[in-house]
């Protein structure tokens, strides 16, 4: 089984930043694409931005531009540098990654920009 912790969020004042960690424990993590979706209070869980094993990202309009994927696959860590944050940001962030034919999920970071 692969276990995902992310850690990093807190309250953050409208135009300043946070960066977001995800800490992997299990096999495989390192060639897998890993994930950071967010969902906000009454709202569906949405992308945010993707990374592959070797490096090629994705990201939702919304973050475009302000947010940037990374990974470190030495440390078995995935980041999100979230910049020019709006109050809209605020959700619970959570990191994902499929292996082998399954999803595994953090249990979530939350950020709260204030406005």
């Known amino acids: 089984q692969v276990q995902l912790v992310e850690s990093g969020g807190g309250v953050v004042e409208t135009g300043g930043s946070l960066r977001l960690s995800c800490a992997a424990r299990?096999?495989?993590?390192?060639?897998?694409?890993v994930s950071w979706y967010r969902q906000a209070p009454g709202k569906e869980r949405e992308f945010v931005a993707r990374i592959t094993g070797v490096g090629a990202k994705d990201y939702a309009d919304s973050a475009k531009g302000r947010f940037s994927i990374s990974r470190d696959n030495a440390k078995n860590m995935a980041y999100l540098q979230m910049n020019s944050l709006k109050s809209e940001d605020t959700a619970v962030y959570y990191c994902?990654?499929?292996?082998?034919?399954?999803?595994?999920w953090g249990q979530g970071t939350q950020v709260t920009v204030s406005s």
């Open positions: 299990g096999r495989l993590f390192s060639v897998s694409p």
């Open positions: 994902r990654t499929y292996i082998v034919g399954r999803e595994y």
